[in-house]
């Protein structure tokens, strides 16, 4: 099917539109749901498929039946990959009753697939027979490592083939390694600097950098972000970094640099937002927030994905992740009400950290739940989505008008 030819619905054609609709037939074949879509398929192996498709389909419908495409992939299924063949399978079995939608099809052979194609498959009458991922052999160590990051994150086997068939690392997993060596470099930088690798919250000059999230200088609006940057000594940098890179980094392979920034960049402000209106007096350093944003949502997927998440010793694995959360939160528990070496300014706030955990839970959660499906066809995310915009604007107010109302007594500026 060219890109400037009709398309065929139903037996009628349309004049296309610049996005290209997805049509799938439900389990029973009663209702056909057509999902907008702005993926441009290449035109060669679409045309390929096409006129292989159209000897199953004589009467030109765009549909088959699922005998006849059955018929299909026992004659060319040699020229598949073998789980796209079994991913088939499970949708012919899923619209037993039903039609096969060529445009589902293409979607499938050109690595996309909407919606309904993806609870077609769920609604399959078997489950996919062929081996499991983890008794292939023979894989390379590229191979190996996405099989691995595949069982770590997802929870199911449909899922996780069709990760590891379709993963180019290009690109590759850019975002969390970025922030983590600007995060060094930073620290790095203020240790020469200040002369001090551990605590160095407690130099005299450590506030004066321009990251930092201070009240006093709450007006500047990138010190909201920016304190992600700064720790207050080694021991808060290291936890951070491999909580940051062992659960960030397959994220990010798995649901790709902008849905992991999102959460990230979420918690990081959730935190900050947070101290700003529960610890009014108190800086805020580190990355915690979007970190614990990230290792919430990821722990309270395997939670509730229990028996689907096949990674290994998961139980053990899920303990340490909570025992390392807990010392990093309660280091900054200490620190916090630790006298400060400078006082009337307290040390940084712990509150950051409870910030990124309750965005985890909540909108971290249902991105990690919807993989590879749309963010903005989901209504739980968009409740989430608007309660934590509202917070966003609360605080913003409370920062503007509460500090002169209540007649909080900051710390001198530093």
């Given at each position: 099917?060219?890109?400037?030819s009709?398309?065929?619905?139903?037996?009628?054609?349309?004049?296309?539109?610049?996005?290209?609709?997805?049509?799938?037939?439900?389990?029973?074949?009663?209702?056909?749901?057509?999902?907008?879509?702005?993926?441009?398929?290449?035109?060669?192996?679409?045309?390929?498929?096409?006129?292989?498709?159209?000897?199953?389909?004589?009467?030109?419908?765009?549909?088959?039946?699922?005998?006849?495409?059955?018929?299909?992939?026992?004659?060319?299924?040699?020229?598949?990959?073998?789980?796209?063949?079994?991913?088939?399978?499970?949708?012919?079995?899923?619209?037993?009753?039903?039609?096969?939608?060529?445009?589902?099809?293409?979607?499938?052979?050109?690595?996309?697939?909407?919606?309904?194609?993806?609870?077609?498959?769920?609604?399959?009458?078997?489950?996919?027979?062929?081996?499991?991922?983890?008794?292939?052999?023979?894989?390379?160590?590229?191979?190996?490592?996405?099989?691995?990051?595949?069982?770590?994150?997802?929870?199911?086997?449909?899922?996780?083939?069709?990760?590891f068939?379709?993963?180019?690392?290009?690109?590759?997993p850019?975002?969390?390694?970025?922030?983590?060596?600007?995060?060094?470099?930073?620290?790095?930088?203020?240790?020469?600097?200040?002369?001090?690798?551990?605590?160095?919250?407690?130099?005299?000059?450590?506030?004066?950098?321009?990251?930092?999230?201070?009240p006093q200088?709450?007006?500047?609006?990138?010190?909201?972000?920016s304190?992600?940057?700064?720790?207050?000594?080694?021991?808060?940098?290291?936890?951070?970094?491999?909580?940051?890179?062992?659960?960030?980094?397959?994220?990010?392979?798995?649901?790709?640099?902008?849905?992991?920034?999102?959460?990230?960049?979420?918690?990081?402000?959730?935190?900050?937002?947070?101290?700003?209106?529960?610890?009014?007096?108190?800086?805020?350093?580190?990355?915690?927030?979007?970190?614990?944003?990230?290792?919430?949502?990821?722990?309270?997927?395997?939670?509730?994905?229990?028996?689907?998440?096949?990674?290994?010793?998961?139980?053990?694995?899920?303990?340490?992740?909570?025992?390392?959360?807990?010392?990093?939160?309660?280091?900054?528990?200490?620190?916090?009400?630790?006298?400060?070496?400078?006082?009337?300014?307290p040390?940084?706030?712990?509150?950051?950290?409870?910030?990124?955990?309750?965005?985890?839970?909540?909108?971290?959660?249902?991105?990690?739940?919807?993989?590879?499906?749309?963010?903005?066809?989901?209504?739980?995310?968009?409740i989430?989505?608007?309660?934590?915009?509202?917070?966003?604007?609360?605080?913003?107010?409370?920062?503007?008008?509460?500090?002169?109302?209540?007649d909080?007594?900051?710390?001198?500026?530093?």
């Amino acid at each position: 099917m060219e890109k400037g030819s009709p398309r065929m619905t139903g037996g009628t054609r349309e004049t296309p539109v610049n996005s290209s609709p997805a049509v799938a037939a439900n389990a029973e074949g009663e209702e056909i749901e057509v999902l907008e879509s702005t993926d441009v398929l290449p035109v060669a192996p679409e045309d390929q498929w096409k006129s292989l498709f159209d000897k199953y389909d004589p009467e030109n419908s765009g549909f088959i039946s699922t005998e006849r495409f059955r018929d299909l992939l026992a004659t060319h299924g040699s020229e598949l990959d073998p789980h796209k063949l079994e991913v088939l399978l499970a949708l012919a079995d899923g619209n037993a009753d039903g039609k096969i939608c060529y445009q589902d099809f293409v979607n499938l052979m050109s690595n996309k697939r909407s919606n309904s194609f993806r609870r077609a498959i769920l609604q399959g009458s078997r489950q996919l027979k062929g081996c499991s991922l983890r008794d292939e052999v023979g894989l390379g160590l590229s191979q190996r490592l996405v099989r691995h990051v595949a069982y770590e994150t997802l929870p199911r086997e449909v899922d996780r083939k069709w990760y590891f068939d379709s993963y180019t690392y290009c690109p590759p997993p850019w975002l969390i390694l970025a922030i983590t060596i600007a995060e060094v470099a930073v620290f790095m930088y203020y240790g020469f600097q200040l002369d001090r690798l551990v605590l160095q919250v407690s130099s005299p000059s450590f506030l004066k950098s321009p990251l930092p999230y201070h009240p006093q200088l709450r007006a500047q609006s990138w010190r909201y972000l920016s304190y992600i940057f700064m720790h207050t000594g080694i021991e808060h940098l290291s936890l951070n970094m491999a909580m940051q890179l062992l659960v960030g980094v397959p994220l990010e392979m798995v649901h790709g640099a902008l849905r992991i920034g999102l959460v990230y960049v979420c918690g990081v402000l959730a935190g900050s937002l947070a101290v700003s209106v529960t610890d009014m007096t108190a800086p805020v350093v580190g990355s915690s927030g979007g970190v614990y944003a990230l290792v919430s949502a990821h722990l309270a997927n395997v939670v509730m994905n229990w028996s689907g998440m096949k990674c290994q010793f998961k139980l053990f694995r899920m303990a340490m992740a909570l025992v390392c959360m807990s010392v990093e939160f309660g280091r900054a528990v200490w620190l916090r009400f630790y006298p400060p070496a400078f006082p009337p300014c307290p040390n940084p706030s712990f509150v950051a950290h409870l910030g990124g955990v309750v965005v985890g839970l909540t909108l971290g959660v249902v991105v990690l739940q919807n993989y590879e499906q749309r963010l903005q066809e989901q209504s739980l995310f968009w409740i989430f989505f608007c309660v934590y915009t509202l917070f966003v604007l609360c605080a913003v107010f409370w920062n503007i008008f509460a500090y002169s109302l209540l007649d909080v007594r900051l710390p001198p500026p530093p």
